[in-house]
């Protein structure tokens, strides 16, 4: 197993090339099974859950392959099924579920089980698709779907869920008649997965909002135009943001959308950060002491949740106190007790921290325990004085295309090695 060192210390300089969007490239991949034929993306990041994807389409029949472009060949797709050698270490492998049942009638995919950052469920997933007419059972630990034909059906959402309102929109795309869509989740990457789906031939509306109207059509082809591109990654882009407030330094990220990134840039600018923004481009320095802020998660556009872990990290060097709720998953503070062992003073009260910000963190020996938790880590170890290793990086590899690499590039002292 690999693990990363760190010696901290040095304010970052420099420009990062955002890469392709993760959360953005999962849900298009599993578009491809609604369309027999060669799909083909652009900017698709080279990551372990994209890897788990591929592998998972190839079980089902699918040709994944995967150099400057991605190319998938959803032709001699035959067996509709994840399995849960695949799915327990990728949840999102439930994206599945909606368009295999949508285009072959029939799905059988594994339950994910709980996971670090809390249980998610898809029991929305699961009523959504019986509203359309959907049998659903569990059976020996995997959900099994069947339907002659899927009927539009209106669905208001309880609760705002992504992989959930990606899930519908692909098996709606292709049912009797019109969905509508409440409650959704508006995040970018359901705009992304609107668009290859129109691109496909399906008739979708509101992407973007929280009302989703979608007309089904009886069949969807794969785009003849150019290799369709993924969106950049606002995740990985807020990380390197927040890496260039926390060492003091001035980094330029290019291959991003700030619109994107609006909550969080707001928030950055308030901890004290100079910011500026063109089409593609975001310059972020330094700009004296970081101030305390406080913080909620939101669904998108709120502040969002995959930036809880990364924003606590440089409130730990704040002055002040900040207050930190995660209001999405009810576990997602397993960085906060590592982030201690550095010297952070963080106190945990159920989905609330309270971080009192500290003058220096300092190098120690860190386990990551989840993808968005281990960059929180890295963040610390650039800010720490001393020497940090961060052990079960497996998770950064999940979401942060090379990560070292970048960092190294701006200036950082980061290595991996073997354990
Ligand atoms: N929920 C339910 N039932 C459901 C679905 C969701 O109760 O059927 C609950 C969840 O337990 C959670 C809340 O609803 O409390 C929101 O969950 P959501 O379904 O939106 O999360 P997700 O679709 O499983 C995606 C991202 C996550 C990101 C969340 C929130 C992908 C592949 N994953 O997860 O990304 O944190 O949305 O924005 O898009 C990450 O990249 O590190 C990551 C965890």
Redesign the pocket.
């Known amino acids: 197993m690999d693990k990363l060192v760190v010696e901290g210390g040095t304010p970052l300089q420099g420009e990062i090339a955002v890469s392709g969007a ?2 953005a490239t ?2 298009l991949m599993a578009s491809a099974l609604l369309a027999s034929g060669r799909h083909t993306f652009s900017n698709t990041p080279r990551l372990r859950d994209i890897r788990t994807m591929g592998r998972l389409l190839e079980h089902m029949g699918a040709a994944c392959e995967h150099d400057a472009l991605m190319r998938i060949d959803t032709s001699n797709v035959q067996r509709p099924e994840a399995p849960y050698e695949l799915v327990k270490t990728m ?2 492998s439930v ?1 599945v579920l909606g368009p295999l049942l949508a285009r072959h009638g029939s799905a059988r995919v594994s339950l994910p089980g709980g996971c670090a ?10 009523d959504a698709l019986k509203q359309m007419g959907a049998e659903v059972w569990l059976e020996e630990g995997y959900v099994v779907a069947r339907t002659r034909e899927l009927k539009g059906a209106t669905i208001t959402f309880e ?6 309102t ?1 899930n519908i929109l692909m098996a709606a795309s292709l049912a009797k008649g019109t969905t509508r869509l409440l409650n959704a ?1 508006r ?1 970018p ?1 359901i705009v992304a997965l609107a668009d290859y789906l129109n691109a496909m031939g399906a008739r979708i509306k509101g992407a973007g909002t929280s009302q989703i109207t979608i007309e089904g059509v009886r069949e969807l082809t794969p785009p003849a135009a150019a290799p369709f591109p993924v969106i950049p990654d606002r ?1 990985e882009a807020g990380t390197y943001l927040v890496a260039a407030g926390i060492t003091g330094g001035q980094i330029t990220l290019t291959h991003c959308v700030p619109d994107h990134l609006e909550s969080l840039i707001e928030k950055l600018r308030s901890a004290g950060l100079a910011i500026e923004t063109s089409p593609g481009r975001i310059e972020v320095r330094s700009n004296g002491p970081i101030r305390s802020m406080d913080v909620k998660t939101y ?2 556009p709120g502040f ?3 930036m809880q872990a990364q924003f606590m990290a440089l409130m730990t060097l704040a002055d002040g106190v900040s207050f930190i709720v995660e209001q ?3 576990n997602r503070f397993m960085h906060a007790l590592e982030l201690t062992r550095m010297g952070a003073r963080i106190d945990l009260d159920g989905r609330s921290a309270m971080v009192r910000g500290v003058k220096n963190l300092s190098g120690a020996p860190v386990m990551a325990t ?3 938790a281990s960059a929180s880590l890295v963040l610390a170890a650039l800010a720490a004085k001393g020497i940090t290793s961060i052990s079960r990086i497996y998770h950064l590899d999940r ?1 942060y295309e090379s990560m070292e690499t970048k960092l190294s590039q701006v200036g950082a002292r980061i290595w991996r090695e073997k354990e």
């Open positions: 993760k959360n999962l849900p949840r999102a994206l950052i809390g249980a998610r469920p898809i029991n929305l997933h699961l609760q705002i869920t992504v992989t959930g990606e989740a995040e990457e995740i669904p998108f969002p949740t995959d999405i998953f009810e989840d993808l968005r979401g």
